[in-house]
């Protein structure tokens, strides 16, 4: 019998696979016929797919069909499917933030160091920031995060670092009304339209602030991380509690380090 709160499924071959109590299966089932491509194999044809993976002829049809339409796989004249750029840009974007993970760890070390502070480094995920890398003081108990997680950009210094280098239609296409939606602190903005002037000044200036925005108490000053095009890639904070450091002394003290650390992670990426 299963473990509690799970249950079994089938893979090709008939080999049972546990499933936890949030299992997509379609999902499931189109990652696996992602999965079934590899430099050996850049091609199948959909009976290929219905061989290995086992589902009916008109799963795997509406299945690729669906991959097809929300580009990651593309069909060919004979028929047959491979992956499309878009799954590549996945693959590259995760390798690119590996590398990037590792070549700043030394900066941002130091930073911690220098302030004494909490230091994050993110990218920017759809509407979100996605946090990589998270070097916590753990007198900071107003934000639960951990890497991994995240956190609406409007709402964070990360975020709105990421956002202002958006051209106008993208910034238009990743953020809808639901971007300003959900829990927040007292100082946040409820609309793009709010949300427009900040993002130019941050823009101008080169860093972000986020004073309560996020949560009562927090707040933190961001800046830009190039890459070797000189295109923002991912931005740095420092994240303070509002009890203790003054917007005053976090602009003043903490700021300059900050983009200090950016410039360096920049330079490591090949940057200027």
Known sequence: MPPRNQATSRQAGGAARPKGAYHVEALAKGLRILGLFSEQRPAMKLTDVVAETGLPMPTAFRLASTLVSE???EQLPDGAYRPAPKVLTLGFSALRSLDMVQLADG????LVEATGQT???GVLSGDHVLYLVRLRNNDLVTANIQVGSRLPAVRTSMGKMLLAHLEGEELERV???GSF???AGPNAVASLDELRPALAETRERGWAVQDEELAYGLRSVAGPVRDASGKVVAAVNVAVPATEVSTARLLEEIRPLVQGT???ITMLLGGR
Not at 107 to 110: D, G, I, N, V
């Open 119 to 121: 230091v994050n480094l």
């Open 175 to 177: 953020l809808t009304g």
């Open 181 to 183: 939606a959900g829990p």
């Open 71 to 73: 580009g990651f796989l």
């Open 107 to 110: 900066p941002l070390r130091r």
């Open 262 to 264: 950016c410039a360096e």
